[in-house]
């Protein structure tokens, strides 16, 4: 039987600003990225955040992102390995403390917006990363974009590693994801979206924006919670999962069984 974890960013409003229906995807997803003050939320948003993800039993991983409010994380950054590792440890240890507080384990750490594709390119960058991740604490995933440097920076360190694929956007014909200024970065076709989705899960195939059949194998598929048509592409997604015969479940059972 395939297996998938379903995620997605969450905890992203700010202060009075308020960004995405958390809780309504929450009943869709098995995990949430959440993020950790830097690209967005803040220490109450963090907390509120993680009592609903206990109270649905949703695993928590944090999001650590650029600092980068005004652009929402999504501006590209030049830092150096040294600053992308210590800013990723600081904020996963303000996630992984609102974790223990509500009585669970941080279960995986997943990069946000520039960060997660700067590093998906770059070996420096993605190593980083993966020893925040390594020395954050024992058994945490590393969640990454499927055949990227993360995947090889986890296999050197020894960190645990789930590949990632998006049911809602789209991809370049290297396998990385086409960049949001360009046509064909967002998918909002519900139905559409659904279907690559189980094509990923069970064939290990994605099309990209050129037709190039992209070869993968993905162990957990996000969906943004920032888009319109957010908590109705989760419920469609995990409907056709388990109507193909697909496992939906936490990450954890999916990666380390």
């Not at 944090?62 to 992308?84: I, Q, S, W």
């Not at 590949?163 to 076709?189: K, N, T, W």
């Amino acid at each position: 039987m395939y297996k998938v974890d379903l995620n997605s960013d969450i905890g992203e409003s700010f202060g009075a600003y308020k960004m995405g229906d958390d809780a309504a995807i929450m009943n869709a997803v098995t995990s949430a990225n959440v993020a950790c003050g830097f690209h967005a939320g803040d220490p109450l948003v963090m907390k509120k955040t993680l009592k609903t993800c206990a109270e649905k039993g949703v695993a928590a991983g944090a999001h650590p992102g650029y600092p980068d409010l005004v652009g929402f994380g999504r501006r590209n950054m030049k830092c150096t390995p040294d600053e992308e590792y210590a800013d990723c440890l600081y904020q996963i240890g303000a996630l992984k403390a609102f974790c223990e507080a509500n009585g669970f384990r941080l279960q995986h750490v997943k990069p946000h917006g520039a960060m997660y594709n700067q590093a998906a390119k770059d070996p420096a960058l993605a190593k980083a990363i993966a020893q925040a991740v390594k020395d954050a604490g024992e058994d945490i995933i590393l969640m990454g974009l499927a055949n990227s440097e993360f995947e090889r920076a986890a296999k050197e360190l020894g960190v645990p590693f789930a590949a990632e694929a998006f049911a809602d956007r789209g991809y370049m014909p290297d396998g990385s994801l086409v960049p949001r200024s360009q046509p064909g970065a967002l998918i909002h076709d519900v139905e559409a979206a659904a279907k690559r989705v189980v094509r990923m899960v069970t064939e290990g195939t994605v099309e990209a924006v050129d037709g190039t059949v992209i070869n993968f194998r993905p162990q957990s598929i996000c969906m943004h919670g920032d888009t319109p048509e957010a908590v109705e592409m989760a419920k469609a997604v995990r409907t056709a999962l388990e109507a193909a015969g697909v496992k939906v479940t936490n990450l954890k059972e999916v990666v380390l069984g």
